[in-house]
């Protein structure tokens, strides 16, 4: 195995240049490309940057194919803020890549002489490396600041043939899996002695293994039909429009629907940009929707309460007004609110001062009881936030209704990125996710991942559709998020006994002395 170690290792000038391009490949794996069968390439490529590798250059591997992967895969926050809180957020998530891969290159290192034969190093390696980037992945997602849950390896396959089993292990356990192939791959390379044709087949039996597994079966409980409306409305930061025009935008998509028998009609986040909890005028515009659609309307909107504002959705009956609200639980820092105001201002105070007012983080349930039918709302960056959508079944929602404005975001590829998220949502937690818009991409997704309706982004209209709802509880969410801190110790535990063969391999100084001993043995650089 040492020659062919030999043989892998790529001088550190090209294992920098191997990084990038792996980082660009992995994006590649993600909407609106969508090459899903690049996310364990993409993996496979940056641990092979890494064989040989100590933890310091272990780092700058990781620290370059991080930056290159996040530079592009969030390159659509440049739209309207420009370059300064693209590098930023970038350069934050980089430091967590880095710090992963420089574990994960003592594994890759230490690992095969820890598990000694091939059965041990096929076995353990692999577990130990997707456990290292699965928990690197959980603790991004929610540190610093409620974290970023963007770019989770899990994401890249919304429309792959993977999708599937985010229903059995969740979005983390899915990430994992993907992660366990690109390592198998790279760890069955330096297996040279088992033969060609082996390798190929353990390679090929361990896709086939995970491809058999079947979708988990999700038991209609019910149906509801709905109309959701996307009002084409530039509702971004820098946006210039009149007090009510994203509210007449949506009620212009919304009348010509009267006369359509629905349960409850949903317009997006934002959807009326004047408050009807403070305005006669927007007030009586909702009632009158209400009341003409002969059902609830769901609208997103800002409200102010006891000083503090919130990022809102409400459930509104004519006649009786907001008989629910649910606040948005995670709005999203440095664009909702300023975490830190008086620190980080010195640094960027033009940018900072943009965000003229702090969203409160909400504490209502996130479940709306819509005429006996139990929906699970979600504000724009709440369909990330994997505690929010557990919340949601442990309340017993039938349907999600993802609420969202990417007007901010043009015609990047953040709108897409956030409909995958919706859409594996949909089949993690096997119900119907309505993901709509103020601008796209609007989509009704069933559970097992179809798209029964959509609208073109930056196009007005809606969709109505009879849709299923289900009670059916997916492994997934019966397992909560146990099975992410399962695989996370896992990897804890091989890089624990992996440091431990480093200190026990290392040569005391009276071994250094007798000739022949090489004192590079078990070292770590």
Known sequence: MEGTERSLRLPLWAALIFAAGAG??????????????????????????????????????????????????IWWLTLYLGPVPWLALAVLQTLFFGAGLALTAVVLRVGPRVWPTPLGRLGMVPVVVAGLWTLR?????????????WGRVALSQSEGPFNSLAAWVGLSGLSFLLVWLGALGVQLLREPALGRGLRGGIAAASVALLLVIPAWPTVQSGTTRLAAVQGASDAGLFARFSPGQILDDHVSGTLPLIGEDVDFVVWPENASDIDPTRSDDAARVADTISREMDAPLITGTITRRDGKYYNSSLLWKAGEGAVAVYDKVHPVPFAEYMPDRAFWRPFAPELIDLVSRDYAIGTQSNVFDIGGVLAGIAICFDIADDQLVHEMIDGNAEIILAQTNNADFGRTDESVQQLAIARLRAIEAGRTVV???????????????????????????????????????????????????????????????????????????????????DRRVGAVR
């Open 24 to 73: 660009a490949v992995l994006d590649a794996a993600f909407p609106d490309r969508g090459w899903w069968f690049l996310a364990p390439v993409g993996v496979g490529l940056m641990l092979v940057a890494l064989i040989g590798r100590g933890p310091w250059t272990g780092l700058l591997v990781g620290l370059v194919g991080g930056l290159s992967f996040w530079l592009i895969h």
């Open 137 to 149: 992945e959980a603790l991004s997602a929610v540190w610093p600041y409620g974290g970023f849950a």
């Open 435 to 517: 993901n709509i818009s103020t601008v796209g991409s609007s989509a009704i997704i069933t559970p097992d991942g179809r798209t029964i309706d959509s609208i073109p982004t930056w196009q007005p209209g809606s969709m109505v559709q009879s849709v299923p709802l289900s009670d059916t509880v997916t492994p997934a969410m019966a397992f909560g998020r146990a099975l992410e801190w399962f695989v996370s110790g896992i990897g804890l535990a091989g890089l624990a006994f992996c440091l431990g063969g480093v200190v026990t391999s290392r040569p005391s100084p009276a071994r250094e002395r007798v000739p022949g001993v």
